[in-house]
């Protein structure tokens, strides 16, 4: 097998040392990128990508040839596995060291191009098995630069022709020893495990792959979360008991992965059912699995079970995602003709399966948006109170306190139920933070967290202009066809509309979410598109890699405090749903999001505000 046919099936365009580059023809380096680009996206690279594969080689030989005699390994056009197509124009692993380039055809680089390389560094020191503990410089390289270079922040936006003295100041500077050296074989074949989107996580299950290995899983005790759960079955089974589960955690924290792979795995030798109250999030993933089976609605579980006939379900393990919208019992009878509130609905239901019984409740914190939500856990002591038999309780000791009606011997407490660290912001373990912050009025503290956010790559702005933010999401992730971004707007704002956020009733009823969510970018009908809007509703417990977020005149600062001028039927708390509603719009994005606030008087000191808290300018 020649060469070129070799590197058809390997994930990159081309490797090898300083002295084989210099050695190789451009024509023939070029023929190798592109033939590997075709192999793995079956088409033909466009004229402005050949124009900068070209750019970037008579750049790199001229600045490498007094570098021949260094045994570094160059690596163009690297794919990031499952990441889509993400492919770091250059990857050089020099000694123990690793710099990630990025070459744009430009004369300066955009906030765009900074946060595309650095999430491509961020990534590779969290997810790549050899690049964990080495040392990772970010580089933008903008072509037509005449300018010095600059560092800004952790990136270093490189003068073309400063490459070769960046490269030779390294001389003797933090290499060590051959035999700590990255090997570039073992490090192209590395293992790499990135957070999936609980999409790709669905997909996997669904089709029986692996879920990645993830260390941040974990880190938060997910696996043993997962054999907690089936411990519990084998128990139920065994004693003839029922028991009530209910997990609590951050936006992110996994508590959807939990329940869709607990009921994976139980469904191979117990009949298990995934119900959720959120539509859009049964819609998506019906859309993605194209199955109806594994994930069904809530609501179809009651009419079945409760309104039409009282019949026992066929299944006994019982998952219910998104059970913050739980509803109270005045909801219930309204929407249903049921006369409890939808805990105690559920615990009845399944209290008609023959001998044994799990019911897994997945509660979001802090995410009741919804009329008839506000109750909250206290729902579920009151079902038990009037349940038929007994009930064994497992929940959070900071759950422990609502479940009066349960003996002492029959509940069960641990810190496993309660998912405090998120998994879908990457390392962003400040992001609630800084939202509780917010959402509270405490600006100052606030502000001192959102450095700490920053530094660990995720990037957060504020701006007053649409298209700039639209601009920032197209350039930023112009090559990564798979990544998402889109337009979210709280449901009761009604001044976005007038700036381009089309988040009236009837625009969102049209609102398709599966094809949203999971359609290519050329469709009319998917988030990259930019015209259709989710609102807190249609996002809760799914999630895109960078959020536009429009802050709507629903929410205001008025003299120290957040105040809502929203007023819905049977509504105790509206500012309460409020604040919860913005605190799911601000917490969907993976790699970052961009708050919009209108140009208008009236917004000024929501805008005010949000720069108070540390939300730096969205500026090119």
Not at 7 to 26: C, H, N, R, V
Not at 285 to 310: C, G, M, P, W
Request: net charge negative; glycine share 6%; proline share 5%.
């Amino acid at each position: 097998m020649n060469q070129l046919s070799l590197l058809q099936s390997l994930p990159y365009g081309w490797m090898g040392t300083i002295a084989q580059f210099l050695d190789t023809d451009e024509a023939d380096w070029l023929a190798a990128i592109e033939t590997n680009y075709q192999q793995l996206y079956r088409q033909r690279s466009t004229a402005t990508q050949q124009q900068a594969w070209q750019d970037c080689y008579q750049i790199l030989r001229s600045q490498l040839v007094n570098l021949r005699d260094r045994n570094w390994t160059l690596i163009f056009e690297y794919e990031l596995p499952r990441e889509g197509g993400r492919r770091p124009d250059l990857v050089l692993l020099a000694d123990d060291r690793i710099f990630v380039f990025e070459f744009k055809q430009k004369s300066t680089a955009s906030a765009a191009d900074l946060d595309q390389v650095a999430a491509y560094a961020r990534d590779l020191s969290q997810y790549h098995s050899q690049s964990v503990g080495c040392p990772i410089q970010a580089i933008v390289v903008p072509t037509r630069r005449q300018k010095p270079s600059e560092q800004r922040g952790d990136i270093l936006m490189l003068n073309p022709n400063e490459i070769a003295k960046l490269l030779n100041d390294l001389n003797g500077k933090g290499a060590i020893a051959a035999s700590g050296n990255i090997d570039p074989q073992a490090w192209v074949q590395a293992d790499y495990e990135p957070l999936p989107t609980i999409i790709q996580a669905a997909k996997s299950i669904f089709e029986q792959e692996p879920l990645p290995n993830i260390k941040r899983a974990h880190s938060a005790r997910i696996p043993d979360l997962i054999a907690y759960l089936n411990e519990v079955v084998d128990r139920a089974q065994a004693n003839r008991e029922r028991h009530l589960v209910l997990v609590t955690g951050v936006p992110g924290a996994g508590k959807t992965l939990v329940g869709l792979q607990f009921v994976y795995q139980t469904s191979i030798d117990q009949k298990a059912v995934f119900l959720s109250g959120n539509a859009p999030l049964i819609t998506v993933l019906q859309y993605a699995l194209k199955s109806r089976v594994f994930v069904q609605s809530i609501r179809n579980f009651y009419i079945d079970h409760e309104v039409r006939k009282q019949k026992a379900p066929r299944e006994q393990i019982i998952v219910f995602d998104e059970a913050q919208r739980a509803w109270d019992a005045d909801r219930m009878a309204e929407k249903y003709g049921i006369t409890s509130a939808a805990a105690g609905a559920v615990l009845r239901i399944a209290e008609r399966t023959p001998d044994w019984c799990v019911v897994l409740g997945l509660i979001g914190e802090g995410q009741e948006i919804h009329v008839g939500e506000e109750e909250g856990t206290e729902q579920w002591n009151r079902a038990l109170e009037v349940a038929a038999c007994p009930w064994q309780v497992h929940c959070s000791p900071q759950q422990a306190g609502y479940f009066t009606s349960v003996p002492d011997a029959n509940l069960h407490t641990d810190d496993l139920f309660n998912l405090t660290t998120s998994l879908r912001t990457h390392l962003a373990q400040d992001l609630q933070t800084w939202v509780a912050q917010l959402l509270t009025g405490d600006i100052a503290a606030a502000a001192a967290t959102m450095p700490r956010l920053s530094a660990t790559g995720y990037n957060a702005y504020l701006t007053r202009d649409l298209e700039a933010a639209k601009a920032y999401c197209r350039d930023r992730y112009l090559s990564q066809p798979d990544k998402r971004y889109g337009l979210l707007a709280s449901s009761r704002a009604r001044n976005l509309v007038h700036h381009g956020i089309a988040n009236d009733y009837m625009a969102t009823q049209r609102l398709k979410a599966g094809p949203w969510y999971i359609d290519p970018p050329d469709s009319p009908l998917s988030c990259r598109a930019l015209d259709s809007v989710v609102t807190e509703f249609a996002c809760q417990g799914l999630e895109v890699d960078f959020a536009i977020v429009g802050w709507g005149d629903d929410l205001l600062w008025c003299e120290g405090q957040w105040r809502t001028s929203s007023r819905q039927k049977n509504v105790r708390d509206p500012l309460r749903l409020r604040l919860n509603s913005y605190r799911v719009l601000l917490t969907r994005g993976r790699d970052g999001f961009v708050v919009f606030v209108p140009p208008e008087a009236k917004m000024d000191a929501v805008f005010d505000l949000l720069r108070s808290s540390g939300l730096p300018l969205l500026v090119d």
